[in-house]
């Protein structure tokens, strides 16, 4: 009959320290995606200014264009 109460009480050990391993991998695995996700937010940001950046350039380079036509004239 101990046997069985040791064998019962490995097995609730072995199951508990099991879940907490997962429970802390998972905790650590969402940690780092929102970590990720939080370095992506801010590259994507970065992308947003640049497009707004080279279209204004854009503009720019046309008017500088347009000026020196209109000088030579």
Same mark, same amino acid.
């Given at each position: 009959? =101990?046997?069985?109460?040791?064998?019962?009480?490995?097995?609730?050990? =072995?199951?508990?320290?099991?879940?907490?391993?997962?429970?802390?991998?998972?905790?650590? =695995?969402?940690?780092?995606?929102?970590?990720?996700?939080? +370095?992506?937010? +801010?590259?994507?940001?970065?992308?947003?200014?640049? =497009?707004?950046?080279?279209? +204004?350039?854009?503009?720019?380079?046309?008017?500088?264009?347009?000026?020196?036509?209109?000088? +030579?004239?």
């Amino acid at each position: 009959m =101990t046997e069985i109460i040791v064998a019962a009480i490995a097995l609730i050990g =072995t199951a508990v320290g099991s879940l907490g391993g997962i429970l802390a991998a998972n905790r650590l =695995t969402n940690y780092r995606i929102e970590q990720l996700e939080k +370095k992506v937010d +801010k590259h994507n940001s970065v992308i947003e200014r640049i =497009t707004v950046v080279e279209v +204004k350039l854009s503009e720019q380079q046309e008017n500088l264009a347009r000026l020196r036509r209109e000088m +030579k004239l």
